[in-house]
């Protein structure tokens, strides 16, 4: 009978008492409270933007001391949510949050945020607004993951994750072939389907995977930057003189300089590749291509060799090197190539235009521009700009930041951008999403939601080039992790022109052992 | 197959045979063993030293920071948990004393789980020859290294092979399926290291299987074949299981995966000089050898452990229920202590065969350096074993004579290397150089620099607090609090380093301290602010002309430039530069600085003005005497002279350009 006694005394003291405390403690709808004229600050800032239904919730902290926090996230239609928390951190339940975003597109959605001080008074700030787009973004982005490079590195990745949620899972990593590093990772139309990867590994080499259809084929050479044609039948890449160097005064210490550069056409199906003479102009650097979505240009990069050592480090004037925007007309059916023409310059800009992408309507294209040079993420005057391809006419995008804005890419739908921006703080690059309606204007980017809403405050990693996919990727990652380490099942030879090859590629970065 | 009631039957010194009397549960020599490498590793190693040579002098340790987020990352490879547990408990040796408690636990386990495998093959005296992978630990530490994921491996394999003989599970396949899950497990938590002690042990005790054990009845022929190859089946199931999971699921080469944390894998033993190399295989590897062994000594010399038979016993005149009682020459108990001591002496032996009069003075100066214990530097620079050199401790005395001031007066007091000043000796910089070259160089302003050399530290090593904590103060002097904070919060999940970086964001939120302050102000008054400027492939010199041209005050790059050109013989330079003493506030012309100008003087045949040239007199009368002797000099009398000149110039700068070396006495 004691023991009895005992153990139900137990019980209640253990489970029951705490599990009313919990529910007792929990506020119901707050409905005494006062009023603050302002909004409440918020970590990461979720406020003002234009969202897709289909993101992941943006959970967030409310900053700011308090003793309890209370938010209520609702819309026109469907229930709201309500999220309490003693910390400040307010993570939103994923599906009631697709419900409710989904019922409501082409709305606002607002953050109702309630804190509770010592006093247990309840304060509402003004509510937090949020547009709900009509269009849905691409359900996974694709970017590399490492820490800020100089030399050396060990741990780099490719991951994918799933807008809708947080999931996220590796593609590729180093540590599959001896702690080897990849980049480059480029995709055909967003679709998953057809990638390619570039390899860098003392152990196992420097090649290109290409996967296709659920094969992978490894390639016996290292593509730079790439561009797939729309049929998949082409890519495009570069390859590079990388030299790296590095500043003794100021923000940012790295830069890179292309001590050479060019573009090389590869043809999938015969498996060769060739060095058209536009792409690879003995006194001109090319870079950076990318092509129209209807496949009949293929837009690039072109700057001058503005020195006569090409080995010296770093290249003389490499500071007033300034890279224009030129097109090529090619008909894929013959592989004939047309006369370069350009698009923009940078003696009509004064800056360095760089990273062209267009939106897959074929309307837009955004490019970066900055100061000098060819790498805009080491360059904190990079900045973000769109061109409409009808007028020519080009403007800022409102997105941008003091730091660097680049890597951009374009969602499927035209609607959305995935872009680098180095603005929380100057080094560490972050994934930021913006919304571009129809008419080209850019709305206020938000940054990749996480479950965590402190995720950011720590992270040591950088989200390097991120890509926006229809889908998770279809190829094997075990597949994908052998080849790494397996020899070349295509070896194309780039035939010699009048005009090439006078790039040799190589880079600075090392694994280390 | 054993069930847990014979298993236990044949347990030990301590089993239930009759008569016996009340039993420590682990066998006397350990009572003296382990406390006494408990006070050898707490007042002799210093486990705080070797916490300080994580991530440099040791490159290839791993770290350790709280949350989930490690942890996962962690588990996500083979021998994560092993990693993890080794990174946590290497954060203890910040404090000696816990240190050491930890080192003699690992020891402890190490020694209990070989004598518990031995006394299951039937060793049941093996209390002393357990001890001996413990004994390699501790040397191993003694010599400074880190062997504790490597003896978290072996130990976990030990437990888990032990597991599997004492599982009572009758049939032969399931006994099978359990084994594979263990070594999987083994596999996934410990890596290739568990794998391979699981799969020796196991194999050992299988093969034991088919022999008689004192005690143990003997099961059929077929029967104990039948129960050897389900047993030894485990072992390619497992490997298998393994190969699998490394290629399909941790997406790693499997042949890599197979060597995690075992000896045989490259950053286990990287740098490692060859004794604790050898001892660090022997700490490994000694387990399933001695097991092995004992095995073969049971195979070889079996009849001498079987039970004596009734008849004989009758003979004998004695009870057949009696145990057989050993004759010996000796009493128990002192031959038995005799036997504890045993394992002490063969650490006293180990510890005079690895000596290294140089690995505990070079670990200590790099203890005091990160922790600016100046004074300490030199004191221990007088300790320093005669005409060797380490470069490292020569770089540390050099900055120890720039905090007291010393730098241009008594150089040459102390060993000296020129590649040291500034670490130019290596073609590739190790993890140490950078460590120190980054800290040397935020102090002279070169902050840029100083930022690359941390995070290149940062991308290999993934969370290293010293790195951290760098980054975060360029984060600071450069006026980024932003990226500062980032780097701060990373900082607070480390154990050691948390709470100075929750005092550097409140002093972010809040106001710095004086201290914080003032340092940070002075490494700002000193940073290069030009970004036309490249760096990083110059000599030295003109990065530190540099850093005077930004700061003429800057009092550190002006005497480390000083110190170059005395270090090289470049006179002409000292000449060149002395005016800038000017800016630097100095009293007077500092000595060394004062016999390379006279030597720069008499080289180029000048006459010298006292007054002007700002040389004492009493150094000019030095100067005189010391050519006198030296001029003095001849193949009949070389020797005496040196030593003279040893005697009353060694410390001179003098003596230093005539010989290119620093005149220590013996």
Redesign the interface.
């Known amino acids: 009978m004691r023991a009895r006694f005992a153990g139900t005394a137990i019980f209640f003291s253990f489970f029951v008492v705490p599990a009313l405390g919990i529910v007792g403690c929990r506020p119901g709808a707050i409905e005494q409270y006062s009023e603050v004229a302002q909004e409440p600050n918020l970590s990461p800032d979720y406020t003002g933007t234009v969202i897709p239904a289909n993101i992941a919730p943006l959970n967030f902290r409310v900053i700011g001391d308090g003793r309890a926090y209370s938010v209520t996230i609702r819309s026109d239609r469907g229930r709201p949510i309500t999220v309490h928390s003693k910390t400040g951190q307010i993570r939103i339940p994923i599906r009631r949050w697709h419900a409710l975003l989904d019922a409501n597109r082409g709305r606002d959605v607002f953050f109702d945020v309630y804190v509770q001080d010592d006093h247990r008074r309840w304060r509402r700030f003004l509510p937090v607004a949020n547009a709900i787009a009509q269009e849905d973004i691409d359900g996974t982005l694709v970017f590399r993951f490492?820490?800020?490079?100089?030399?050396?590195?060990?741990?780099i990745g490719i991951y994918q994750r799933q807008l809708a949620d947080y999931d996220v899972s590796?593609v590729l990593?180093g540590?599959?072939?001896?702690s080897g590093c990849l980049n480059c990772h480029s995709f055909v139309n967003n679709r998953p389907d057809t990638m390619s990867i570039s390899l860098r590994s003392a152990t196992y080499g420097s090649d290109t995977l290409l996967a296709q259809g659920g094969a992978v084929d490894r390639i016996g050479t290292k593509w730079g930057y790439t561009a797939w044609h729309p049929s998949g039948a082409v890519a495009v890449y570069s390859i590079n003189k990388v030299t790296q160097?590095?500043?003794?005064?100021?923000?940012e210490?790295?830069?890179v300089a292309d001590q050479d550069s060019a573009l090389v056409c590869y043809r999938v199906e015969s498996r060769k590749a060739t060095s058209p003479k536009a792409l690879a102009e003995r006194d001109r650097l090319e870079t950076y291509p990318t092509w129209s979505p209807d496949g009949k240009y293929l837009y690039y990069c072109s700057g001058p060799i503005l020195w006569k050592d090409r080995d010296a480090?770093?290249p003389e004037n490499y500071?007033k090197l300034k890279y224009d925007l030129l097109r090529v007309s090619y008909d894929v059916a013959t592989d004939q190539w047309g006369q370069a023409e350009t698009v923009l310059s940078a003696d009509e800009t004064g800056r360095s235009i760089l990273l062209p992408r267009i939106s897959p309507d074929g309307r837009f294209l955004v490019f970066c521009m900055c100061d000098y040079g060819c790498f805009p993420v080491y360059q904190p005057s990079s900045d973000l700009y769109i061109m409409d391809l009808n007028t020519k006419q080009y403007h800022k995008l409102p997105v941008n930041s003091e730091f660097s804005e680049s890597w951009h890419s374009w969602s499927s739908n035209s609607r959305w951008l995935a872009f680098s921006s180095k603005r929380?703080?100057?080094?560490?690059t972050r994934t930021y999403l913006t919304y571009v309606d129809s008419e080209g204007t850019a709305y206020k980017p938000f940054i990749l939601p996480q479950r965590d809403p402190?995720y950011?405050?720590?992270?040591?990693e950088t989200y390097s080039v991120p890509e926006l996919v229809q889908g998770p990727i279809t190829v094997r990652?075990?597949l994908l992790?052998?080849m790494a380490?397996a020899k070349p099942s295509v070896r194309p030879v780039i035939p010699i022109t009048g005009a090439s090859p006078k790039a040799v590629p190589s880079d600075p970065w090392k694994e280390?052992? | 197959m054993t069930t847990k009631h014979e298993g236990r039957e044949r347990e030990g010194e301590h089993g239930n045979r009759p008569g016996a009397s009340n039993r420590l549960p682990f066998p006397l020599s350990y009572l003296l063993f382990f406390p006494l490498c408990f006070v050898y590793l707490g007042l002799v190693v210093e486990p705080n030293l070797l916490y300080y040579c994580l991530g440099t002098i040791l490159p290839d340790t791993p770290q350790f920071v709280t949350g989930q987020p490690f942890l996962h990352t962690s588990l996500a490879l083979p021998g994560g948990l092993v990693t993890y547990v080794s990174g946590f408990l290497s954060q203890g040796y910040y404090y000696a004393w816990l240190g050491a408690a930890i080192i003699v636990v690992a020891g402890f386990c190490l020694a209990e789980l070989t004598r518990r495998h031995l006394a299951t093959l039937g060793l049941a005296r093996a209390s002393v020859v357990s001890t001996l992978p413990a004994v390699a630990l501790i040397l191993i530490y003694g010599q400074y290294e880190e062997p504790m994921p490597v003896c978290l491996a072996g130990l976990l394999g030990l437990f888990l092979s032990l597991a599997f003989e004492r599982l009572p599970l009758r049939r032969d396949p399931i006994r099978t399926i359990a084994g594979s899950m263990l070594a999987t497990v083994g596999f996934w938590l410990g890596g290739g290291a568990t794998l391979m002690v699981f799969a020796a042990m196991t194999g050992i005790h299988a093969i034991a299987g088919m022999f008689p054990i004192r005690g143990r009845p003997l099961a059929s022929l077929q029967g104990r074949g039948r129960r050897v190859l389900w047993q030894l089946f485990v072992l390619p199931v497992a490997a298998g299981i393994a190969w699998a999971l490394a290629e399909y699921v941790f997406l790693i080469p499997a042949s890599e995966a197979f060597l995690i944390h075992t000896p045989f894998s490259s950053p286990v033993t990287i740098g490692m000089p060859g004794f604790p190399r050898v001892l660090t295989f022997v700490m490994y590897g000694l387990s399933p050898v001695i097991a092995m062994l004992a095995v073969a000594g049971r195979i070889l010399f079996g009849r001498r452990g079987q039970k004596p038979t009734a008849a004989a016993r009758k003979a004998r005149g004695k009870d057949k229920h009696a145990p057989s009682r050993r004759k010996g020459l000796l009493p128990a108990m002192p031959w038995r202590l005799a036997l504890a001591v045993v394992p002490i002496a063969l650490m006293g032996a180990g510890l005079y065969l690895g000596r290294n009069d140089l690995r505990k003075p070079f670990v200590l100066s790099n203890y005091y350096s990160r922790r600016g214990q100046w004074d300490q530097i030199l004191e221990l620079s007088r300790r320093l074993p005669q005409g060797k050199n380490n470069v490292y401790v020569n770089h540390d005395i050099d900055r120890a004579l720039y905090h007291t001031g010393r730098l241009p007066y008594d150089m040459f007091r102390y060993p000296q290397d020129p590649r040291a000043l500034l670490l130019t000796h290596e073609e590739r910089e190790s993890d140490l150089t950078q460590l120190k070259l980054c800290d040397i160089f935020l102090e002279f302003g070169h902050v840029n620099m100083a930022e690359k050399l941390a995070s290149e530290l940062l991308a290999i090593k993934n969370c290293f607090g010293p790195a951290l904590e760098k980054l975060a103060w360029i984060s600071i002097v450069k006026g980024y609090p932003d990226t500062a904070r980032v780097y701060l919060n990373a900082l607070k999940k480390n154990l050691v380093l948390g709470g100075a970086a929750e005092s550097v964001l409140r002093g972010l939120d809040t106001g710095f301290s004086q201290d914080q302050a003032t340092y940070a102000d002075v490494i700002r008054s000193r940073m290069r602010n030009d970004t036309t400027t490249t760096t990083g492939g110059e000599p030295l010199d003109r990065t530190l002309v540099a850093l005077l041209a930004r700061n003429p005050r800057n009092k550190m790059a002006f005497e480390y430039l000083m110190a170059g050109y005395l270090l090289t013989g470049q006179v002409d330079k000292i000449a060149d530069n002395a005016y800038r003493l000017n800016d630097l506030g100095y009293e007077r012309t500092p000595t060394l600085y004062e016999e390379a100008l006279l030597i720069y003087y008499g080289s180029k045949g000048m006459s010298i003005n006292l007054a002007q040239s700002g040389i004492s007199p009493e150094t000019f009368q030095r100067y005189q005497t010391f050519v006198q002797i030296r001029n003095a000099m001849g193949p009949q009398n070389q020797q005496a002279v040196l030593n003279r000149l040893i005697r009353e110039f060694g410390a001179t700068y003098f003596f230093y350009f005539s010989f290119r070396r620093v005149g220590l006495s013996g």
């Open positions: 490492m820490k800020p490079l100089y030399h050396w590195w060990r741990d590796v990593h540590r599959s072939f001896g160097f590095f500043h003794a005064g100021g923000m210490v790295r830069d480090v770093p500071d929380d703080g100057g080094l560490f402190t950011y405050d720590s992270l040591l990652q075990s992790a052998h380490r280390r052992e």
